[in-house]
């Protein structure tokens, strides 16, 4: 009897030091932390396998197939496929007030109170022989089609800068408004 309970007693403990040689062992292992971001041996994996980003990284998940975008860039028109799009604004009061509250603020400076091509920095233009801003009742831009008005502002011609990072699609279509209203219909 005592010598079965040693015996039971012995066994136990030699499985109590194994235990403990393991656990001493992967401790050993997994706590010998390098300065990079995994441990050596890949003992307590915690959470170095997630969908985490890391600084500066661009996102990885793709969208849902039917994902449709509403914001970022409208769709890039040619100078021949912009002169096909139709105006969707009308010349309402409210809408012309905002096209000349829009055209005094961005482009008055260049093309003048009135759509002249007069405005302060014009002179600055004929100074460096430039081609200066236009007369928006030029045949210049009568034969122009509100399409193709629009894509000008928006992409910028010559010495003029493309306006489509700082007006929206729907101000540069103001703005055409505001530019017939000085300068007369177009073609
Ligand atoms: C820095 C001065 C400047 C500003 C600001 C400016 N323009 Fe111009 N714009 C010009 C010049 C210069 C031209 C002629 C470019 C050429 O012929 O090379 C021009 C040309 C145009 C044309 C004629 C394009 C064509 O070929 O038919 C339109 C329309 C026009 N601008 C509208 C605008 C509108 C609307 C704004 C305000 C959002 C604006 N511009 C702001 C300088 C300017």
């Given at each position: 009897?005592?010598?079965?309970?040693?015996?039971?007693?012995?066994?136990?403990?030699?499985w109590?030091?194994?235990?403990?040689?393991?656990?001493?062992?992967?401790l050993?292992?997994g706590g010998?932390?390098p300065t990079?971001?995994?441990?050596?041996?890949?003992?307590?994996?915690?959470?170095?396998y997630?969908?985490?980003?890391?600084?500066y990284?661009p996102?990885?998940?793709?969208?849902p197939d039917?994902?449709?975008?509403?914001?970022?860039?409208a769709p890039r028109?040619?100078?021949?496929?912009?002169?096909?799009l139709?105006n969707?604004?009308q010349?309402t009061?409210?809408?012309?007030e905002?096209?000349?509250a829009?055209y005094?603020?961005?482009?008055?400076t260049?093309?003048g109170?009135e759509?002249k091509g007069?405005?302060i920095?014009?002179?600055?233009f004929q100074t460096?022989?430039?081609?200066?801003?236009?007369?928006f009742a030029?045949?210049?831009?009568r034969?122009?089609t509100?399409?193709e008005?629009?894509?000008?502002?928006?992409?910028g011609i010559g010495?003029m800068?493309p306006?489509?990072?700082l007006?929206?699609?729907?101000?540069r279509?103001?703005l055409?408004?505001?530019i017939?209203?000085?300068g007369?219909?177009g073609?």
């Amino acid at each position: 009897m005592g010598e079965r309970e040693d015996g039971v007693t012995m066994f136990g403990r030699r499985w109590g030091y194994v235990a403990m040689l393991v656990a001493v062992a992967a401790l050993a292992l997994g706590g010998c932390i390098p300065t990079g971001p995994t441990y050596p041996v890949d003992f307590y994996h915690e959470m170095h396998y997630t969908q985490m980003y890391r600084a500066y990284e661009p996102p990885r998940l793709a969208p849902p197939d039917e994902a449709v975008p509403t914001t970022g860039r409208a769709p890039r028109y040619t100078a021949a496929e912009a002169a096909q799009l139709r105006n969707p604004l009308q010349p309402t009061p409210a809408n012309l007030e905002r096209a000349r509250a829009l055209y005094r603020r961005d482009c008055a400076t260049c093309h003048g109170a009135e759509g002249k091509g007069n405005g302060i920095i014009s002179a600055y233009f004929q100074t460096a022989r430039a081609p200066t801003p236009v007369d928006f009742a030029s045949e210049r831009v009568r034969n122009r089609t509100d399409g193709e008005v629009w894509h000008y502002i928006g992409q910028g011609i010559g010495l003029m800068p493309p306006f489509e990072n700082l007006l929206g699609e729907e101000e540069r279509w103001l703005l055409v408004l505001a530019i017939r209203e000085m300068g007369g219909p177009g073609r």
